[in-house]
């Protein structure tokens, strides 16, 4: 396997670079943040902990999230089922794994800093706001909105028809509003740009909902202007 990361990268870089190292170190208690500059085998000799398994384990999530995020399909001859697999196994599976690992970051950093930065308290209002609805969102599009669109495949009727526009005029709603929220998260951000001197979490928040930004929009773009227009269109 790729050896992206060795014994001498610095923890810290790693994390900004790969933000969901975060997560794995938060698991093997490495600190990252006030402790992250020095590199990785410094920290894990002092959790006594192996190298081989860290590093190894750090390499695999490397890999495994670069592959999902690389994933490339011919949208014009994928099917609406393929389309669907696609959205839901890349996308929703980000949001579902992601959305509850950035909370209590989101969390921590509004409590440990928010007195000297008030705008965090805005930050941690929009995030769980937007984690509440997306949560909703996802499942409604896997139990009931994504079914009705392969079974529109196999029983094109009127009533069915009429049924599934009213789907995509809702889901498309629920997507501006999740667009307004990440707008704004960027803007009161200043473009998801830390202050000068934040700490590791601080930059870890910052990226991370950057990332998310960035899939969010890939996600909307597959179903908006893919998968709902030949959806609602008749063959």
Excluded at 53 to 76: F, S
């Amino acid at each position: 396997m790729e050896r992206t990361f060795t014994e001498t990268s610095n923890v810290g870089e790693i994390v900004k670079t790969f933000p969901k190292a975060g997560d794995l170190f938060k698991s093997y208690r490495i600190d990252f943040c006030c402790g992250g500059n020095r590199p990785l085998l410094e920290a894990i000799n002092e959790k006594n902990l192996s190298a081989d398994e860290v590093i190894g384990n750090l390499n695999t999530l490397y890999q495994e999230t670069k592959a999902l995020h690389n994933t490339t399909i011919d949208w014009d001859n994928a099917s609406n089922g393929e389309l669907i697999d696609h959205i839901v196994n890349k996308h929703h599976r980000y949001l579902n794994e992601e959305l509850p690992q950035l909370s209590p970051y989101v969390t921590k950093v509004f409590r440990v800093h928010g007195a000297e930065h008030p705008h965090l308290g805005r930050v941690h209002k929009l995030f769980n706001e937007l984690k509440v609805e997306l949560e909703q969102h996802l499942m409604k599009e896997e139990t009931s909105d994504f079914p009705l669109i392969l079974t529109l495949e196999e029983n094109p009727t009127d009533e069915n028809y009429a049924k599934l526009q009213k789907v995509v005029d809702e889901l498309e709603n629920e997507h501006s509003h999740a667009g307004d929220i990440l707008k704004e998260l960027r803007e009161i951000t200043n473009d998801f740009t830390p202050p000068e001197g934040a700490c590791g979490s601080y930059r870890l928040v910052y990226s991370r909902l950057e990332n998310l930004e960035s899939d969010m929009f890939d996600h909307i773009h597959l179903e908006n202007n893919v998968l709902f227009p030949r959806s609602v269109v008749r063959a």
